[in-house]
Structures are given as structure tokens and as C-alpha cells.
């Protein structure tokens, strides 16, 4: 992935930058998806107001390209899911809250 300009002209005020601190967000433009541009979200504070900027882009969290990450070597995989989170408006939960949440059902079906 890399980042993207924000087709921004000089001078524009930038909603990304939180001034004095690091962005709310970045474009990333992805080579697996096609060169499909994501929104890479730093704090959910700012969800609605990153939509509001960029409405036709996915959002991603930093733990979802996490996990991701671990299906870097199938790329199919890696489409499957993003297709998945822009159908639904989903979000791709880590491992750990996955078995957590394996766990809760299986204990409200007994």
C-alpha cells in the first residue's frame, strides 16, 4: 500500500490533521485491491467525520490491517475480506476477541 494525495489544493484546510498532533487518518492506495484507495483510521472519534470527507472509501483501523497482515502470502483472501467490510460496513476483528466471542455463544446455547 502507499499514501495518496488528497487532491487537496494549497492552502485547504486538511480535516485529517489534528494540528500539533499525528493525522486522524490516511489514503492508502492499495495495490491488492486493485489500486482500490482505503481510509486508514488512527481513532474511531474521528470515524464520522472521516466518512463525511470520504464517503466512498473503506475504512480500516490499524489492528484490522494487523490481520491483514497475516493473510499477506493470499492476496484472494485479503480482496475476499475488504469486499466483505465494503458490503456490509463491517469490521474485521482480531483473533483474540474472535474466541472471546466464540466462547459467549457457546455458553448462551447450553
Known amino acids: 500500500m502507499k499514501l ?18 499525528q493525522p486522524r487518518w490516511e489514503i492508502l492506495e492499495s495495490d491488492l485491491l486493485n489500486g482500490e484507495r482505503i481510509l ?24 484490522e490491517i494487523a490481520v491483514l497482515n497475516v493473510l499477506k502470502d493470499s ?19 482480531p483473533p483474540q476477541f474472535q474466541a472471546g466471542l466464540a466462547l459467549e455463544s457457546a455458553g448462551q446455547g447450553a
Open 75 to 93: 492476496p484472494e483472501d485479503i480482496l475476499k475480506f475488504h469486499l466483505v467490510k465494503r458490503m456490509f460496513k463491517a469490521w474485521i476483528l
Open 40 to 63: 486508514l483510521l488512527f481513532d474511531k472519534q474521528f470515524l464520522a467525520l472521516a466518512r463525511k470527507e470520504h464517503p466512498d472509501l473503506v475504512v480500516y483501523f490499524p489492528p
Open 4 to 21: 495518496t494525495d488528497l487532491d487537496k489544493q494549497p492552502g485547504d484546510k486538511d480535516p485529517r490533521i489534528v494540528p500539533g498532533l
